[in-house]
DNA sequence: TAAAACGTTGGAGTGCACTCGAAGCAAGTA
DNA sequence: TACTTGCTTCGAGTGCACTCCAACGTTTTA
């Protein structure tokens, strides 16, 4: 339970931008530190520093990207092709274009899933409404 | 492949109401035969007609019941979930305040699952138009 | 300084929702 | 009748996304 206000950590430790460490990017992305090891063991994670003993510190620039990928992570999209963006983005700026298609294609997915969604919703409140009504019929 | 129309079952084949096989309610409904013999084990399906030789004969009134399956699927909702709904009408109406309140919950996770993907469009859209300039910048 | 808390690794395990295979009947077609 | 297709059961296998373990090193607190 470690937040971000601890003893040592986060803001200012030797000078230089400030360090997350792993139990503290889990507090406040709520994933496991076991997760965070994960996503930077497939390459999901772009590559964190090290502490002088080897630790993980994590900076602001990966808090925001692990902001972005649980947005991808809530629209559904496989770690597959998080890591294939990933890889698009470590890979430099020529593969813009991809990266681009694969950030519309998701849009896609997600508009789609929005519209089941409430397709979903519509059904769900016809069955409500009945149950509202005292009278028995035929429940499924 | 062979759907509806097939040549015999399907209408009226011996008098009573429509029958369909398992693989005709595969091609209907995208699942695969075996799973919904799954179903059926699991307490997911409300118990099918069998023919003379054993053989599963869904009605209409199953095919109801797997669309609106279905539709609970697409809210994530998890199968032993909907096996605990399949139970609730199985034993009654007794249990029709419970079955509200469980459609109410379910409700109420499909609004928040919407709200989540709209915020994440939001964010696709920033991402997107960010690619769509040409300046580099900072590519996350 | 001693103890507690936290970090590291590789690899194995978990839970979910299917998904498939094998062996064996049964029904319809050439 | 022979063949093809489809059905049955049970149990094992798959793919995904974590999740945990063991053994050990580091850092912080009392």
């Given at each position: 339970?470690s937040?971000?206000?601890?003893?040592?950590?986060?803001a200012?430790?030797?000078g230089?931008r400030?360090?997350?460490?792993?139990?503290?990017?889990?507090?406040?992305?709520?994933?496991?530190?076991?997760?965070?090891?994960?996503?930077?063991?497939?390459?999901?994670?772009?590559?964190?520093?090290?502490?002088?003993?080897?630790?993980?510190?994590?900076?602001?620039?990966?808090?925001?990207?692990?902001?972005?990928?649980?947005?991808?992570?809530?629209?559904?999209?496989?770690?597959a092709?998080?890591v294939?963006?990933?890889?698009l983005?470590?890979?430099?700026?020529?593969?813009?274009?991809?990266?681009?298609?694969?950030?519309?294609?998701?849009r896609?997915d997600?508009?789609?899933?929005?519209?089941?969604?409430?397709?979903?919703?519509?059904?769900l409140?016809?069955k409500?409404?009945?149950?509202?009504?005292?009278?028995?019929?035929?429940?499924?």
């Open positions: 339970m937040a971000i206000a601890s003893t040592s950590t986060a200012s430790t030797s230089t400030p360090h997350y460490t792993i139990s503290e990017v889990a507090a406040l992305t709520g994933l496991t530190a076991h997760t965070l090891r994960w996503y930077e063991r497939i390459g999901l994670m772009p590559h964190v520093d090290r502490s002088h003993t080897g630790q993980r510190r994590f900076s602001e620039r990966d808090l925001g990207w692990l902001a972005f990928v649980g947005k991808l992570r809530l629209t559904g999209m496989p770690v092709d998080m294939r963006y990933a890889e983005v470590r890979e430099g700026d020529h593969t813009r274009d991809e990266r681009r298609e694969l950030l519309e294609a998701t896609r997600v508009l789609t899933r929005i519209t089941e969604l409430q397709d979903t919703l519509a059904v409140d016809i409500i409404s009945h149950y509202g009504t005292v009278c028995g019929g035929t429940p499924t």
